[in-house]
């Protein structure tokens, strides 16, 4: 029995913790396109000028 | 009719190739949510499944359960390397970013499998074989996979140049795929202390097992090939987007540059 769960505690762990690094590079790249649209913004208020 | 077939008609191998890709990888992309939603209510029904309905097995206990895990990552991590390894020779022929973006995915999520496969095995083996390792012709060859795969991970971390690490990348992701048929095979060509396949049997395929246990299965390998298939296309839809965030900074920051 003990064998049995670590071994499904092991796993869900493994698959838990991939999930979060997944979910923390998706929540960069969620800020990364915002600056990127605030960015671009800035430069249609000016007029096109960077 | 014909006129629109003929436009339609690939011109080349290779145009072929392009389209199928894009098309492929289009549908996968809409599908995505849909293909996440059914994988979390599969792996809800396999774990239930394990835990309340199939029979325990009479010689070796609670430990055999570990089965339903073991036998599904490993399924898993062959699936993803042979992803590597058919993205890194069309890679190598047609040179398009996708390929190389599905290799380098692939392997991330066949190496954490392939980990998931030894830890759970090692944790198989403590009870049943009194000891976690044993330098096994099947145990041997898939930590000479993890090997290699590591060190595949490493280089694309640690290499500089793009356009050289996606070729020799893509190398070593094929010569380290030639280990999977052979880790396969290992049971048969040497003497093991591994268990001989129980559901893929030539003369009786899947006649090693109970109904109870080899339903429990194919619905687990099923549940982990929806994981796979939704894990590998939101990765591939990341690094997609990073690429053209990229190109989109570097062009505002040349125009910032001819601005000033």
């Known amino acids: ?50 | 009719m014909i006129a629109s077939i003929k436009k339609w008609w690939p011109r080349s191998w290779r145009q072929f190739w392009t389209t199928l890709d894009g098309r492929t990888y289009h549908v996968l992309l809409h599908a995505r949510p849909w293909i996440g939603w059914l994988a979390v209510g599969m792996m809800v029904a396999t774990f239930a499944l394990v835990f309340w309905w199939v029979p325990l097995e009479s010689i070796q206990g609670y430990p055999q359960k570990i089965f339903y895990i073991h036998v599904p990552s490993a399924w898993l991590m062959y699936s993803a390397f042979a992803v590597v390894f058919v993205a890194s020779v069309m890679y190598l022929w047609q040179r398009t970013q996708l390929w190389d973006i599905f290799a380098r995915c692939a392997a991330e999520i066949g190496f954490l499998f392939c980990s998931l496969t030894l830890v759970t095995g090692m944790l198989w083996g403590s009870p049943i074989w009194g000891k976690p390792w044993v330098w096994d012709a099947r145990l041997t060859s898939s930590f000479i996979l993890w090997l290699i795969y590591m060190g595949y991970l490493l280089f694309r971390m640690l290499a500089r140049s793009d356009i050289e690490v996606g070729r020799i990348a893509a190398v070593i992701g094929i010569i380290g795929f030639l280990d999977v048929p052979i880790i396969h095979l290992s049971v048969q060509w040497w003497r093991t202390l591994h268990p001989l396949p129980v559901v893929m049997i030539a003369e009786n395929p899947g006649g090693g097992l109970p109904a109870s246990m080899l339903i429990t299965l194919l619905v687990a390998l099923t549940s982990f090939s929806l994981v796979f298939v939704y894990l590998l296309t939101q990765r591939v839809w990341q690094e997609r987007t990073i690429e053209n965030l990229g190109l989109l900074e570097a062009i505002l920051d040349r125009k910032a540059e001819h601005a000033t």
Do not use: D, P
Request: proline letters at 0%; a positive charge; charged letters at 20%.
């Open chain 1, 1 to 50: 029995m003990r064998y049995y769960l670590t071994a499904y505690i092991v796993f869900w762990s493994g698959l838990f913790l991939y999930l979060v690094w997944l979910t923390g590079r998706q929540a960069w790249l969620n800020r990364r396109a915002a600056g990127l649209v605030e960015r671009l913004a800035a430069r249609s208020e000016r007029g096109g000028q960077s």
